[in-house]
C-alpha cells in the first residue's frame, strides 16, 4: 500500500509563488515508476500538470505551466516537490499528486492507481 500526502497550499497573490510538497510512504512505493502533479477546479475537469520519472528524472509538463512551474524531488525523502511561480488566477485549483506504475505515459491520468487528498491553490487576483 502507497500513501500520498500533499501540502504547501494555500493563498497567494498572482505573480507570487508556492512550492507544493508530496510525502510518498508505503511498502510498495518502489513500484512506482512515475509521479505526477494534477489538478481540478470546481466545474472542470481534472488536468495535468507535471510528472516526473523516479526512474531516471524525465519531467514533463502542460504547456500552460512550462517556465512557471518546477517539478523536481528529494529521493531520499520519497518527496516530490512542485514549485509554481508567476502565479495567475487561473492556477487557482485543487492540486493532487498520484503515482504510477508506468514508465511514461505521464500526462494521463488513468494510468495513476494511486492519489492523494489534495491541497488547495487559491490565487488572488
Known amino acids: 500500500q502507497v500513501t500520498l500526502v500533499e501540502s504547501g497550499g494555500g493563498l497567494v497573490q498572482a505573480g507570487g509563488s508556492l512550492r507544493l510538497s508530496c510525502a510518498a510512504s508505503?511498502?510498495?512505493?518502489?513500484?512506482?515508476?512515475?509521479l505526477g502533479w494534477f489538478r481540478q477546479a470546481p466545474g472542470k475537469e481534472r488536468e495535468f500538470v507535471a510528472a516526473?520519472?523516479?526512474?531516471?528524472?524525465?519531467?514533463v509538463y502542460a504547456d500552460s505551466v512550462k517556465g512557471r512551474f518546477t517539478i523536481s524531488r528529494d529521493a531520499a525523502k520519497n518527496t516530490l516537490f512542485l514549485q509554481m511561480s508567476n502565479l495567475k488566477s487561473e492556477d487557482t485549483s485543487m492540486y493532487f499528486c498520484?503515482?504510477?506504475?508506468?514508465?511514461?505515459?505521464?500526462?494521463?491520468?488513468?494510468?495513476?492507481?494511486?492519489w492523494g487528498q489534495g491541497t488547495q491553490v487559491t490565487i488572488s487576483s
Open positions: 508505503g511498502p510498495t512505493f518502489m513500484h512506482y515508476y512515475t
Open positions: 498520484a503515482a504510477s506504475r508506468m514508465r511514461d505515459r505521464y500526462s494521463e491520468a488513468d494510468w495513476y492507481g494511486i
Open positions: 516526473m520519472s523516479w526512474i531516471d528524472d524525465t519531467t
